[in-house]
């Protein structure tokens, strides 16, 4: 029997993203590479916009994902300890996974310490600098009254029209993003200005889209695990080293 000692982060699903045919065969992926690594798997970070919207009622949650929510159901039964983080396109999620999986559920940050190693944790989104229109609207949705307000919609009429703007994200349109350049990239600058008053050993984000991995001063790597609609690109720390890895099924 395998030991379970690895730590495995994937990040940027979006499951459920237009069109919505494709989000069949996405996860299908997803759970073939669940299932792979399931055997050794001690904890598992999955870092936000794992859906492509997500909104807990009291009593509804978004339809679908039944194969995806199943195989996590199963890694928790065996004993693998999951983490989800808030994304921007999933930030209303609340207790439902929290009770089915045991999960924990983070809102912005993470840091952990594992192996002698320490890591710093976030979706990514309203990091760094600029954008502060998103960070004015991120504060104003995940404020408890327009959640509250946001529930007094029927779900058929709620769900309907985040279906409906998640046909125009980014996403949607299925094109790979480019490599902006150190000083561009608002997360490598962000991890480097976190540099200056913290050290930490590994910085991991979604939400860019694009997997990289920079090394930064003092050591440090900054590492952003991609997304799983053109790359199947995930992380792992096997106690000694983090690796980004390509799921080849």
Known sequence: MATRDKIYFASDFHLGAHPRSATRERESRIVGWLDAIKTDAAELYLMGDIFDFWFEYATVVPKGYIRFLGKLAELADLGVRITLFKGNHDMWMFSY?????????????????????????????GLGPGDGTY???????????????????????????????????????????????????????????????QHYDYFIFGHRHLPLEIDLPKGSKYLNLGEWINYNTYAVFDGAQLMLRRWEP
Do not use: M
């Not at 089915?100 to 990514?124: Q, S």
């Not at 509250?148 to 709620?158: E, I, Q, S, V």
């Not at 996403?171 to 993003?177: Q, V, Y």
């Open 135 to 197: 960070k004015l609207l991120k504060k104003i949705f995940r404020s408890r009254f327009c959640q509250w307000l946001f529930a007094r919609l029927h779900p058929n009429l709620g769900i309907g029209i985040a279906q409906r703007w998640s046909a125009h994200s980014r996403i949607a349109s299925g094109g790979e993003e480019d490599f902006q350049g150190e000083d561009k990239e608002w997360l490598i600058v962000y991890a480097k200005s976190i540099l200056e008053k």
């Open 97 to 125: 996974l929290k009770n089915e999986l045991g999960a924990e559920i983070i809102d912005n940050e993470r840091v952990i310490e594992r192996g002698g190693k320490t890591f710093y944790l976030h979706h990514g989104d």
